[in-house]
């Protein structure tokens, strides 16, 4: 069982709702992740936390704001999405000791369906 | 050229035989190098890692690391229809929080 967890599992949201991802993990992981995955495609990532501040934005549309109110909690808030937003949002946590070597590991990812 | 690739698949195997996956990347900094695996409708879920050039042994898996020729390589050994998903390769492109870029996955499917 992966000790990260994702709430809800699965969402449906119109064009103009606001609604929030939210990730939480307590296996001590200073850096947490979001990823975008669309069907039959990789993982693509989104955003990156690094000991609670923000140091990853791969070029992500405003409509998704990312929040990490302390070391265990990562939420990603939705506004204004489009149908094409619809995918799975996995949330990530891994060490932030300064290797190249710390390991990923993946919630079990919230469905997203905007309509 | 894309930063990390593999074959789409789909892969066939027999039940108990040897499964190769394989990933070529481009980065040759790169230095840390996992395989995931994805069933349908599930996260992914980390299988192997790897750094140094060589094998690696975990159970039925062993990981295979040729840095000279960026390619990376997972073995299954003794394929089980359990083993039946998608395998994603990654490759590391930072140090601290990482950044991991994926390959388009390989479908494997172990026929018994």
């Known amino acids: 069982d992966t000790e990260v967890t994702q709430t809800p599992k699965h969402l449906v949201m119109g064009m103009t709702n606001k609604k929030s991802l939210k990730c939480e993990q307590h296996?001590?992981?200073?850096?947490m992740y979001w990823y975008k995955q669309k069907a039959k495609k990789p993982p693509e990532l989104m955003f990156v936390?690094?000991?609670?501040?923000?140091?990853i934005n791969e070029s992500v549309p405003s409509r998704f704001s990312p929040e990490c109110p302390n070391s265990s909690l990562l939420n990603l808030h939705l506004h204004a999405l489009q149908p094409e937003d619809s995918a799975l949002y996995l949330c990530a946590s891994s060490q932030d000791s300064p290797t190249s070597g710390n390991t990923i590991y993946f919630g079990e990812g919230s469905w997203l369906t905007v309509v | 050229q894309k930063e990390v690739e593999q074959n789409s698949g789909p892969l066939s195997v027999p039940e108990g035989a040897i499964a190769s996956l394989n990933c070529t990347y481009s980065?040759?900094?790169?230095?840390?190098f996992f395989w995931y695996r994805q069933y349908s409708g599930k996260s992914p879920e980390l299988i192997m890692f790897i750094y140094s050039n060589g094998d690696k042994e975990d159970g039925r898996f062993t990981a295979q690391l040729n840095k000279a020729s960026q390619y990376v390589s997972l073995l299954i050994r003794d394929s089980q229809p359990s083993d039946s998903a998608t395998y994603l390769c990654a490759v590391n492109r930072g140090q601290g929080a990482q950044k991991l870029v994926f390959g388009q996955g390989t479908r494997l499917t172990i026929n018994p």
């Open positions: 936390y690094s000991y609670e501040k923000l140091s």
């Open positions: 980065d040759r900094g790169s230095q840390s």
């Open positions: 296996m001590g992981h200073r850096a």
